[in-house]
């Protein structure tokens, strides 16, 4: 019998930074076995066609329970589980292939945005009760990272229904927060643990917990 899986999907570096936590974070973590489940972890490229293209041909290949990108957010000082994907690509900088589109759709003629299927809230109870500085946050942003969100909800809500999917911002390592001074960071076993009890909380919990966790700005 085959064990189930999970997809974790992470970036290499890009912006002028040498390493990227979510690289780090995704193969720390490949191989894993969480909650009977297998962690299948892939490393993509920071560009708007190539990261979404490979996701989907990936999890048409792999066919897992969960599916979930990870990706960097510099000056975020915890592990941030997204709720919202918006069908927008207005980059601030260029990608990784010197791409730069403003005011785009990720998918024309599709829905303005699209929410997460991961229990958010469950997930931060679990990471809070571990002590693992956690937040839900409302915004992807418009780069490369929301476009992979988007993307992966459009193809699990056209072409596996069963699967539910979600994206994480993880904050600097401390390699890279030395460089940019006041920001916050995070040490890599940290993010690791955190990422490994976001995984088995969002594989615990078909139903997401009713429970406050809105924002009030």
């Not at 002028?16 to 720390?28: F, I, K, L, M, W």
């Not at 592990?79 to 990608?95: Q, W, Y």
């Not at 998918?107 to 997930?123: D, E």
């Not at 390592?173 to 990422?195: D, E, F, K, N, Y």
Request: one cysteine or more.
């Amino acid at each position: 019998m085959n064990t189930p899986t999970v997809l974790l999907a992470g970036f290499e570096p890009f912006g002028g930074e040498q390493a990227n936590p979510a690289q780090d974070v995704v193969r720390a973590l490949d191989g894993r076995v969480i909650a009977g489940h297998r962690v299948a972890s892939r490393v993509l490229p920071v560009t708007f066609a190539a990261a979404a293209e490979g996701l989907s041909e990936t999890i048409a290949t792999l066919r897992p329970s969960l599916a979930i990108g990870i990706g960097q957010a510099g000056g975020r000082s915890r592990i941030s589980i997204e709720r919202v994907a918006i069908n927008l690509i207005d980059a601030r900088i260029p990608d990784n292939a010197g791409v730069q589109p403003v005011d785009a759709p990720v998918v024309a003629g599709a829905p303005a945005a699209y929410f997460t299927t991961l229990p958010v809230k469950a997930m931060l109870a679990a990471l809070h009760a571990a002590d693992v500085p956690a937040e839900a946050s409302f915004s992807a942003g418009s780069f490369v990272c929301n476009t992979l969100f988007y993307a992966l909800m459009h193809t699990l809500a056209a072409h596996h229904p069963s699967t539910r999917g979600g994206f994480i911002h993880v904050p600097w390592l401390p390699a890279q927060a030395v460089r940019h001074p006041g920001a916050a960071s995070m040490a890599i076993a940290t993010l690791s643990q955190g990422i490994a009890i976001a995984i088995e909380a969002a594989l615990m919990h078909a139903q997401d917990l009713h429970a406050a966790g809105g924002s009030t700005h």
